[in-house]
Nanobody
């Protein structure tokens, strides 16, 4: 059974940094697309960042230059390094994975992902 487990969330002040991790269990995702989404209270879930099967990266405009997505295939783990955090980054962050290898997807859409983690809370205080 595939399981994605996020960690690394917490409370941080404006301008601070956090690194989220998403450990995958049950199968490897080193050749599949993976992504991060977030959902703030009262808002729809939105795309944050993604990494394709061949390690191309994609970001929503509001996090470009501040967030970095990466993966460690040996550890089967996805990361999101978040710097210069703002109050508007406050949300529950979810990692997601595509079940298909070497597949070209619209990584910005949550319908491109088959597996989801339970989420980790990120709160940025001013």
């Amino acid at each position: 059974q595939v399981q994605l487990v996020e960690s690394g969330g917490g409370l941080v002040q404006t301008g601070g940094s956090l690194r989220l991790s998403c450990a995958a269990f049950g199968r490897t995702f080193s050749s599949a697309g993976m992504g991060w989404f977030r959902q703030a209270p009262g808002k729809e879930r939105e795309f944050v960042a993604a990494i394709s099967w061949n390690d191309r990266t994609y970001y929503t405009d509001s996090v470009k230059g501040r967030f970095t997505i990466s993966r460690d295939s040996a550890k089967n783990t996805l990361y999101l390094q978040m710097n210069s955090l703002k109050s508007e980054d406050t949300a529950v962050y979810y990692c997601a994975a595509d079940s298909a290898f070497y597949s070209v997807r619209n990584y910005y859409s949550d319908t491109s992902y088959d597996h989801w983690g339970q989420g980790t809370q990120v709160t940025v205080s001013s």
